[in-house]
């Protein structure tokens, strides 16, 4: 038995103080509090937007159309002459929730699948990895008309749809994480000293193996909402004069010579969120890495 | 090795199965047929339709017919396209679809590649943030945006190649392959970078250092094996998911691949040509998930010494 | 490392190829323009090119190019002029008309054309086990559509016959003013007896007959090439009737799907022509000088479907204060930037000189006054609504529009619903919907096309709008009108009786939009959008002219 693997069993008794340690270390990365600060602030804003956006979001002035930026209207204005800084407000109260629940829910079920997959192995791991096999060769685009026809339209059934997708490579990259983690001394010792499968997994095989999940889970975000302008396309999620940003970029994209603002603002929010993530994540990663703290 | 490979083919035939057995249903549960269209059809014309397609028969009947086709390679007529087998479209659709998911997928792991292992060497300076930081953009940009853009500056605005095709005008295949790799190019750098840091900081490692081997061969002979664990486990989904996703690369650039038919079959409700198209990306799933899970595998010294005892 | 010798010999392969492709390669109009080759943007991949199995746009030129009808038209008047039949007689009662087919006329392999190729032809679209979707063309011949629907099985009795080889006679129910222009709808052309039967039965939808090795056609073009979502190229027929009038040499189609690459390919010079043009371009090319955009009024009509049959939008009221309440005007010129006519009716304005009834115009006040009467003052109990659309840039944009103008003007909310293209055919046909987007597109010039679609149960009402004095109106007074007038005060009549019913809120008529490069000609604008490429010609000196390019 090597020294980590007595340290992290002596963690495991003492509970909290990983994330406790992980946050003090957390804290020590200026990138990854930038990446909060501005997490947070986009949070705040779209909480308060109802009571802060500069104009309504739905009110047209089809004679003024497409405006570049003014001292009225910051960022300019759409084709239907309404101010694109309320829609790019109210358009981040869906994407930033579609983007974290979406995600937590393939998070939830991509993490807890594939670390059981990978821990119990045999017959299971393969009925288990059969499935996520049969749920990526399935139409999705034929699910997702069948879903909207049966259900009609509503923001939960969003999230699911999406999290039924994107947990998949989740699963997989799980999966091949514990499976190598399961090989190592320090999970066999404990073993050894009695933890219960369930302890176990929560206790040493999840953290182990945050580094790859943190990253994908970084990188999927950004891409929920991209699929959501898609899914919106179907005629599943949202519905005009209600916005979004991937729907606000798609829009964008179709006349990026004509109007370029409204591609480049939607985009510029679009990218500043995964930045902060992806500063956040890997600060997170780093802040979690049990051996990298040892160092 | 071998029986793990034999059993994972074994257990495909069951996925395989219920991938066509769902989808056969659930393409006919969806609302709207095949022969809809924008101006009504008569009530008459559209049973005479039917008939010819076999679609009066019940559907037990016709489920069983279609694998009976199946079982001898014939996929079925294509509904969309009179004239035309689901075989044929498939034949046409697929070489072009895999020469550009080849292509997307070398500049892929090129860039992304080249740049997760560079940041992963000096995390934290400038040789991590920027190619890290280009990764993110490319990850941002949606190809819907990226084709458009890379088209606007290089085919109109510079005029150094064309703005559309595959294979008529030479350089026609840059941009395409270029949209398409640039998104799992991220992915791969960011992956990378993250598993390679997971290695470098193992024991083993830090031993090989401290026993003052050259630090290349550290990298490469130590740490690139285990450390692109995380890209291969995501690479099988990938090019699976490359081929399926070219769709949106095919239609900005006018590419005839099977990205484009796929999707298009579902749009058109054409029965035959989703069940065809979808079970020859079932297989091609299947494949490329055991692949890269043998390369995982291989890669992970722990794992092959278990499929050495086999 | 593989990585790195990858990444450097794509960046050569690259530069290597950038540097060819820079070097190199001269345009297609360039080349096109010197070879009479004309390269032609044609919306998408068609279905097939069977013409009496495939049924859309894209097919119709393409088809146009390989066949040729009895008659054809004249791209610039849209008169009827000769085609496979040298000319016609029509009798006094317009119910018997004989084609004189033109002793030249040949298919592709040489064969001569004979009538029985259309006895043959007709019976072949009319069979019902073909399931045609466009046998109601030839409904007007007498027992056609009998047969077409099963109700007899011998075809002699069908109102066609060949008197002899060049002889065809054709008997129809009543008099119809446009069954000449029916014959160059590519539904009653002729297609080649053995040929179709080498390959299948001749009500087999799906053998390889349309094939480039099989193909055998008798239009001015003959196909040469047909790669699957790439391009189909014709090339002049030698034995085509009339081959000494036509100029160019061969067509190239293109499946340009995507509206906004088709506009690239175009500003490149890989296309002559493009089948439409994206609604964020046309003003910066409408400010060109030398502008290749090309307008001009279309056979078809933007229009919403008003479920007359579901509250609120069962009663009248309703339905006018809804349809009153668009300002049209601002519609189309700030949303769609003055690219359509703005309609108040179903029937296009001037429809072979016909003019559609204008009942109502934009009124705010009239329109809140409608809806307080039918029991909304001012929006209050208003139990909403909700518009269908199927997904597309174009149709949300109108839609958004619409929203907003129904909430300010009457202050009431409306929903928007976009469907995915075959779940919304299905909410239209099963009438599940309130409000749903909808056009129409003309077959051929007459009133009669857009005003049969609101026949009592018509297939494509779809507003459940009947009316027993309008299908009267349409099914008996009008065929029996003896003038053009006459017949033409019917259709107003009931076209009155139909926007007083208000089933439908008439947006706009469609116009078309190509862009089309100045070597171009031949081409003309007109109602139906139709090209004769017979007619097409290429400038070969244009780039010269232009040196400056």
């Given at each position: 038995m090597n020294a980590r693997a007595i340290d992290d069993i002596a963690r495991a008794e003492q509970g909290t103080s990983l994330w406790k340690d992980a946050w003090l270390r957390l804290r020590k990365n200026h990138l990854a509090v930038f990446g909060l600060v501005i997490l947070a602030l986009f949070v705040i804003i779209a909480l308060l937007t109802p009571w802060i956006a500069p104009y309504s979001y739905q009110a047209q002035d089809l004679e003024l159309g497409a405006s570049g930026p003014s001292a009225a209207h910051w960022l300019g204005t759409d084709i239907f002459g309404r101010d694109l800084m309320t829609q790019i407000m109210y358009g981040g109260r869906i994407s930033l929730a579609v983007g974290f629940v979406a995600t937590a829910v393939a998070l939830l079920i991509g993490v807890t699948w594939g670390a059981i997959a990978g821990y119990v192995g045999g017959r299971t791991d393969a009925v288990m990895m059969r499935l996520v096999d049969i749920l990526y060769a399935l139409p999705f685009m034929i699910f997702i008309v069948l879903l909207t026809v049966v259900f009609g339209r509503n923001m939960l059934l969003l999230f699911l749809a999406i999290g039924a997708v994107e947990w998949l490579t989740m699963a997989r990259i799980m999966r091949g994480q514990v499976q190598s983690l399961r090989q190592q001394e320090f999970v066999e010792a404990a073993i050894s000293l009695g933890l219960s499968p369930a302890t176990l997994i929560r206790r040493h095989l999840v953290p182990n193996a945050l580094g790859p999940i943190i990253v994908y889970t970084t990188l999927t975000i950004p891409n929920v909402m991209l699929l959501e302008a898609f899914l919106s396309f179907l005629g599943l999620g949202i519905q005009p004069p209600q916005t979004s940003w991937g729907l606000l970029i798609s829009y964008g994209a179709e006349t990026m010579e004509e109007y370029p603002w409204l591609l480049i603002f939607p985009g510029v929010a679009l990218t500043l969120t995964l930045f902060s993530l992806n500063f956040l994540g890997d600060g997170l990663r780093d802040a979690l890495d049990v051996r990298g703290a040892k160092d | 090795m071998w029986r793990f490979i034999g059993v994972r083919l074994l257990q495909a035939i069951p996925v395989i199965l219920v991938v066509i057995t769902v989808t056969f249903f659930l393409v006919r549960i969806a609302p709207g047929g095949p022969f809809d269209s924008e101006k009504a059809v008569p009530r008459e014309v559209k049973a005479a339709l039917e008939a010819q397609y076999k679609l009066n028969l019940p559907l037990f009947q016709q489920y069983a017919a279609y694998l009976d086709d199946l079982a001898h390679g014939d996929l079925g007529p294509s509904f969309k396209y009179p004239g035309r087998s689901v075989n044929e479209l498939i034949a046409a659709g697929f070489p072009v679809t895999a020469e550009l998911g080849l292509y997307a997928l070398l500049v892929a792991l090129g860039i992304g590649g080249l740049a997760g292992v560079c940041a992963s060497l000096k995390p934290n300076t400038a040789q991590d943030y920027i190619p890290m930081s280009l990764a993110m953009i490319g990850i941002c940009m949606p190809s819907f945006l990226l084709g458009p853009l890379l088209v606007l500056l290089f085919g109109i605005y510079l005029d150094w190649l064309p703005v559309s095709g595959w294979g008529d005008i030479p350089g026609d295949k840059i941009l395409p392959s270029i949209t398409l790799g640039a998104g799992y190019a991220a992915y791969i750098a960011r992956l990378g970078r993250a598993g390679m840091l997971e290695v470098l900081s193992q024991d083993y490692i830090r031993t090989a250092r401290a026993k003052g081997l050259p630090r290349w061969q550290v990298v490469f002979k130590h740490s690139l094996r285990g450390g692109l664990i995380p890209v291969v486990a995501f690479l099988g989904p990938a090019f699976a998911g490359l081929l399926a996703g070219s769709f949106v690369v095919e239609t900005i650039f006018q590419i005839p691949g099977l990205g484009r038919f796929y999707v298009q079959a579902a749009f058109n409700r054409d029965y035959t040509m989703i069940l065809g198209t979808t079970v020859f990306l079932s297989v091609l799933i299947v494949l490329f998930n055991l692949l890269s899970d043998i390369l995982a595998a291989w890669m992970n010294p722990r794992l092959r010494a278990q499929f050495g005892g086999h | 490392m593989i990585e790195a010798h990858t990444f450097r010999f794509l960046l050569t392969l690259a530069t290597v190829i950038l540097l060819a492709a820079c070097s190199g390669g001269e345009s297609n109009v360039a080349s096109g323009n010197r070879e009479g080759i004309l390269y032609f943007g044609n919306g998408s991949e068609p279905q097939g090119l069977d013409p009496h199995v495939v049924t859309g746009v894209p097919e119709h030129f393409i088809i146009g190019a390989l066949f040729e009808g009895l008659a054809t038209k004249n791209p610039y008047t849209l008169e009827p002029e000769p085609g496979v039949a040298q000319s016609w007689d029509i009798s006094e009662h317009g119910r018997v008309i004989t084609f004189h087919i033109n002793p030249r006329a040949r298919w592709s392999n040489g064969e001569s054309m004979t009538a029985a190729d259309y006895v043959w032809s007709w019976q072949r679209l009319l069979s019902p086990a073909l399931g045609s979707e466009y046998a109601y063309m030839l409904y007007p011949v007498k027992n056609a559509r009998d047969f077409n629907k099963g109700a007899i099985t011998d075809f002699a009795e069908v109102g066609v016959t060949a008197l002899d080889d060049l002889t065809l006679q054709v008997t129809l129910d009543e008099r119809t003013p446009y069954f000449i222009q029916?014959?160059?709808?590519?539904?009653?052309f002729a297609v080649h007896r053995p040929t179709i039967e080498k390959f299948g039965q001749?009500?087999?939808?799906?053998?390889?007959?349309?094939r480039v090795e099989n193909m055998v056609s008798n239009g001015a073009f003959r196909l040469r090439d047909w790669q699957l979502y790439r391009r189909i190229e014709v090339e002049k027929s030698d034995t085509y009737w009339d081959r000494d009038n036509v100029k160019l040499n061969g067509i190239v189609f293109y499946p340009t799907e995507n509206v906004v690459s088709e506009e690239r390919m175009f500003r490149v010079g890989q296309l002559h022509y493009t089948g439409s043009v994206p609604l964020g371009k046309i003003p910066v090319y409408q400010e060109m000088a030398d502008s290749p955009y090309r307008q001009a009024p279309y056979l078809g009509t933007y229009y919403y479907l008003l479920n007359t049959t579901r509250a609120p939008t069962d009663n009248l009221k309703v339905r006018q204060a809804l349809s009153m309440a668009v300002d049209r005007d601002s519609l189309n010129k700030n949303v769609l930037k003055g690219t359509n006519l703005v309609a108040y009716s179903i029937t296009p304005p001037d429809t072979l000189g016909y003019y559609p009834p204008k009942l109502f115009s934009h009124d705010v006040a009239g329109a809140r006054r409608l809806l307080a009467e039918a029991g909304y003052p001012d929006g209050r109990g208003w139990p909403g609504l909700e518009l269908t659309y199927n997904t597309s840039e174009d149709h949300r944009k109108i839609a958004v529009a619409l929203q907003q103008m129904w909430k300010d003007a009457l202050n009431i909310e409306v929903t928007l619903t976009n469907q995915e293209w075959k779940v919304y055919l299905d909410s239209i046909t099963q009438m599940d919907f309130q409000i749903a987007r909808r056009g129409w597109i003309g077959?051929?010039?007459?009133?009669n096309n857009f005003l049969d679609l609101f026949l009592s149960g018509g297939g494509n009402n779809n507003t459940g709008f009947a009316d027993p004095r309008y299908d009267d109106l349409i099914l008996r007074k009008a065929p029996q009108a003896s003038t053009r007038e006459a017949r033409y005060a019917v259709f107003h009549e009931a076209e009155t009786l139909l926007m007083e019913q208000m089933p439908i809120i008439p947006v706009f008529t469609y116009t078309s939009k190509h862009l089309i490069h100045p070597s171009v000609n031949g081409m003309p604008p007109n109602l139906m959008d139709w090209a004769n490429f017979k007619y097409v010609w290429l400038d070969q000196d244009w780039r010269a002219s232009e040196a400056g390019d």
């Open positions: - | - | 029916l014959m160059d709808h590519y539904s009653t001749m009500t087999d939808r799906y053998t390889p007959w349309t077959d051929y010039v007459d009133p």
